[in-house]
């Protein structure tokens, strides 16, 4: 059976200051209504300043993106009436389409739009923070273009890449929220609301499929509908038939003049943005001779991506160096839970680091040795290998001591590599290895032991 | 009655002379919902500064507030129980402006509930007396600023004029009113009545005061998007009363909306415009009939829209609780035009007038200098004499609306009277061109 699922997508803007008035954006550090003034807790008589330029250019970068034509009729921003604690002025402000007619990995983009965040209501405490009220928004609709979970969960996932390459959302991530339209081949369509993340959207997907083939299989027609993704539980919840559809009463807003955006300004911003992740991708192939894998580990962050193309340059071979970036440098990342970005490393200091292992005075293992250091605490690359004492052991009789130490204390290995056991060598070569801390090539150890045991 | 007058009695002396007369006399007019606490020591400030030689450009000057605008620390109920407790915790550009200047606010005035009417009956601290026409209305909706001029409480008021708020109330009261250009006058920190309409204005006893305390709150301001960058002159510098070469337009229409006694003062009020030098020729404004329904469905819709954030959750009282009956009205008319299924029908279709209005209203501008006509085409009804239909009340706003819906600058001046009752007559410029339309006015002030 044919599944159609769409997004509407919300990303908060990195910006300094709301979307409205001057109030700071940095609501996740201070005290609850503190970054708030008469604009954005919507005093009567306050009214909107003139929007906040860097959410428009952001908004229009991220539309360039993801390869929209920017609208360039006057842009009006409407009144979206609805009644709720969160809403200081009974409604919010939200633009008409600034990009329309984008594309992603095969999905349409429908259209996207720049609009304000809510403040924050605790339904338990009764209480509104209004700190987010006025944070601006950048809202991306797709096209009912994907047809599983799991190609929903990857149009997300390049999608969040995008907005990432633009510096121009939270960096720390986190702060995505969506909507998605789902229906069967044949049914009515039902809307999912509150979903925070693309693990979460990829369950209330799963859900809801199950969900509707049950229905179905009973002979119960799928009703029109809007419900809820309750991520604790698991599962969606009605919360509104299209009988009971709110009205939101848009007007264009008065106080606001609509938005008009100029070929220059269309001219500047793509001068300065940067390149897409694809075209990242396949130019990475190219240029550097990588293997599709290598070249879309690399590119999954931008920062990585760059530092790649910095090692590249300063340390010349590329193939290498992709294979230490995907394999030592994403694991180490990954163990860590850190983005590039967030583990201070750079390409200067892999760049050494790989020329230092070239040279012989390092092994791989010491290597990556030097990356978990750095992830912790950044440094200077040779202090940390002699701090360490990374350096790697040539000397023939310190590693024959510890060949030696470890046959004997393994006898059990010794005498299953001798009944014909070939994995117990590796078994072998793990335990000198442990024991010289990494410090050892393990071809030498592999020939060491392979002299001694016959 | 004592004579005071701006700049000629000693600062202190005079504010204590207003708040005395103010305390006295305003229990039978009602022109005042609250007084400023800080008013005395704001004038001994103001008078070190004059004496030291640094007093600004309204040192001296003492200014009521309608009380749909914002001064910090008094409050701005907006004549409704819905804001009784709101007590301003910003103030509005136009005040940061006046007190800049030195201006010193004498406190907040009543108004019709909301700005939502054109009697000055409908505030929730009750009506207020006309004290230039004992027994009648005063006008509004900004009634307790133009009252609180005309009854000698201060030098000069700010009111808001969304469709002749504070015209309407300026013809019925003698004295001088001037709704600005739309984007001329910042509205941060105005209560919004229909956004797309209003501008803050002065009221004064003369010309010269309305144009200079326009002067110091007409300006772009950063915070306020609707607010135009240009960069205008000095309006008390360059008023003349010299109308020499002008061509002033008078529309035909505005006799058949207008009752034959007010036109005979108004064609008085022409003739000296005329010996002031100008020409007097005929314009056609057959559209006028379509403003009034576009100018109540624009105010409808945006009202509705405005009034969402009194839910109850932040100011003590839902909106539709407690508020009046003409407030209540708009609300209802704006929640039921607003909707999904109407919303092609009214609001756009208004919208598609306005724009015709405002055409017409240019391409007649373009062959005269400024529009001069009757500002209101009846004279003010008895107090207690309960209108309650509603598009009869409306009717007193048919000549003034027009001038909102196209943006232009108007003001008012007083040119006679009828039975006592004061008539006033409405001038009409271009966009932006206030000095002309307050030059015309002082030429008929200057007789
Ligand atoms: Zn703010």
């Given amino acids: 059976m044919k599944v159609i699922i769409g997004f509407e997508i919300h990303e908060q803007l990195a910006t300094k200051t709301k979307l409205y008035c001057d109030s700071p954006t940095n609501y996740r550090e201070v005290e609850p209504n503190t970054n708030v003034c008469e604009v954005c807790t919507g005093m009567p008589g306050a009214k909107p300043y003139p929007m906040n330029q860097d959410a428009i250019d952001a908004a229009i970068e991220i539309a360039l993106m993801l390869n929209c034509e920017i609208v360039r009729d006057p842009i009006y921003i409407q009144r979206k009436h609805y009644d709720y604690p969160d809403l200081p002025s009974g409604y919010q402000r939200t633009s008409l389409p600034i990009g329309i007619k984008g594309e992603l990995n095969g999905v349409g983009i429908w259209e996207v739009h720049l609009e304000e965040d809510p403040g924050k209501y605790d339904p338990l405490s009764g209480k509104v923070d209004y700190n987010r009220s006025g944070v601006p928004l950048v809202e991306i609709v797709t096209a009912p273009d994907m047809h599983s979970p799991e190609e929903a969960r990857s149009f997300l996932r390049e999608l969040t890449k995008v907005l990432h390459y633009t510096g121009k959302v939270r960096p720390e991530g986190g702060t995505m929220r969506m909507d998605t339209n789902i229906s069967l081949e044949g049914g009515a369509r039902v809307e999912i609301k509150n979903i925070n993340s693309v693990k979460g959207a990829y369950r209330a997907l799963k859900f809801e499929i199950a969900r509707q083939k049950n229905l179905r299989k009973r002979g119960i027609i799928v009703k029109r509908e809007t419900r809820a993704f309750l991520e604790t539980q698991m599962i969606t919840r009605s919360m509104r038939t299209k009988e009971t559809a709110e009205d939101y009463r848009y007007i264009p807003d008065p106080d606001i003049p609509p938005l008009l955006i100029t070929e220059e300004k269309i001219k500047q911003i793509k001068s300065l943005m940067p390149e897409a992740p694809h075209l990242k991708l396949s130019r990475f192939m190219e240029q550097y001779g990588l293997s599709r894998d290598d070249a879309w580990a690399i590119t999954s962050e931008i920062d990585m991506a760059d530092a790649f193309e910095e090692v590249a340059k300063l340390y010349g071979k590329p193939g290498p160096a992709a294979s230490f970036f995907r394999h030592i440098v994403k694991k180490v990342l990954g163990y860590n839970d850190l983005s590039f970005r967030e583990s201070g490393l750079s390409g200067k200091a892999i760049a050494e680091l790989l020329s230092l292992r070239d040279s012989g005075k390092i092994t791989d293992a010491g290597a990556e040795q030097v990356v978990r250091t750095l992830v912790k605490q950044p440094g200077d690359v040779r202090r940390i290998i002699e701090k360490k004492r990374l350096i790697r052991i040539d000397e023939d009789h310190v590693l024959e001591k510890a060949v030696k130490e470890v046959l004997e204390e393994n006898p059990g290995a010794v005498k299953d590599y001798k009944s014909g056991k070939a994995e117990a060598m590796n078994f072998i070569i793990g335990k000198v290895m442990a024991k010289t801390r990494g410090r050892a090539d393990p071809k030498v150890v592999r020939k060491l032991l392979i002299k001694e045991l016959g | ?447």
């Fill in chain 2, 1 to 447: 009655m004592v004579e005071v007058t701006a700049l000629t009695d000693e600062v202190q002396e005079k504010v204590a002379k207003y708040l005395d007369r103010a305390r006295r006399e305003d229990g039978d007019i009602n022109a005042l919902i609250e007084l400023n606490p800080g008013a005395e020591q704001a004038a001994k400030e103001v008078e070190k500064k004059i004496d030291s030689g640094k007093g600004g450009r309204l040192a001296g000057y003492v200014v009521a507030v309608k009380s749909n605008i914002n001064v910090m620390g008094l409050r701005a109920t907006c004549a409704s129980k819905t804001l009784e407790n709101y007590v301003s915790p910003y103030d509005a550009t136009v005040i940061q402006r006046i007190k800049k200047e030195d201006g010193i606010i004498l406190g907040m005035t009543n108004m019709d509930e909301f700005a939502c009417g054109s009697s000055g009956e409908t505030s929730y601290f009750g009506e207020t007396q006309n004290p230039r026409a004992k027994g009648r209305i005063p006008g509004g909706s900004s009634s307790g600023s133009a009252v609180a001029v005309a009854a000698g409480f201060c030098d000069v008021a700010l009111g808001s004029d969304t469709g002749g708020s504070i015209r309407n109330p300026a013809s019925h009261c003698g004295v001088v009113g001037f709704k600005p250009s739309y984007g001329r006058v910042s509205r941060y920190g105005l209560i919004d009545l229909a956004m797309s309409l209003e501008q803050i204005g002065p009221f004064a006893n003369n010309v010269r005061d309305a144009a200079l305390l326009l002067e110091v709150i007409a300006g772009h301001d950063p915070k306020e998007g609707t607010t135009i960058k240009d960069q205008f002159q000095g309006y008390t510098d360059n008023l003349s009363a010299d109308l020499d070469g002008w061509k002033i337009g008078f529309a035909r229409e505005f006799e058949e909306f207008t009752e034959p006694a007010i036109v005979r003062v108004i064609k008085r009020g022409l003739d000296r415009l005329s010996s002031n030098g100008a020409e007097v020729v005929e314009i056609a404004l057959p559209n006028l009939d379509k403003a009034l329904p576009t100018y109540y469905l624009t105010v409808f819709v945006e009202f509705f829209s405005a009034t969402r954030k009194y839910d109850g959750r932040r100011y003590g009282y839902k909106i539709e609780d407690v508020c009046g009956r003409e407030v209540l009205r708009r609300i209802m008319l704006g929640r039921y035009i607003s909707q999904k299924e109407y919303s092609g029908r009214y609001y756009k279709k208004a919208l598609q007038f306005r724009s015709l209005i405002k055409r017409e209203l240019l391409h007649a501008l373009e062959a005269v200098d400024v529009i001069a006509g009757p500002t209101v085409p009846k004279l003010p009804h008895m107090l207690g004499e309960k209108i309650e239909d509603p598009l009869v009340m409306y009717g007193y706003d048919v000549l003034t609306v027009p001038t909102n819906l196209a943006g232009i600058p108007a003001g008012v001046v007083n040119v006679g009277r009828i039975k006592g009752v004061p008539v006033g007559m409405q001038i009409q410029g271009r966009p932006l061109d206030e000095q002309k339309v307050l030059n015309a006015m002082h030429a008929l002030e200057k007789d």
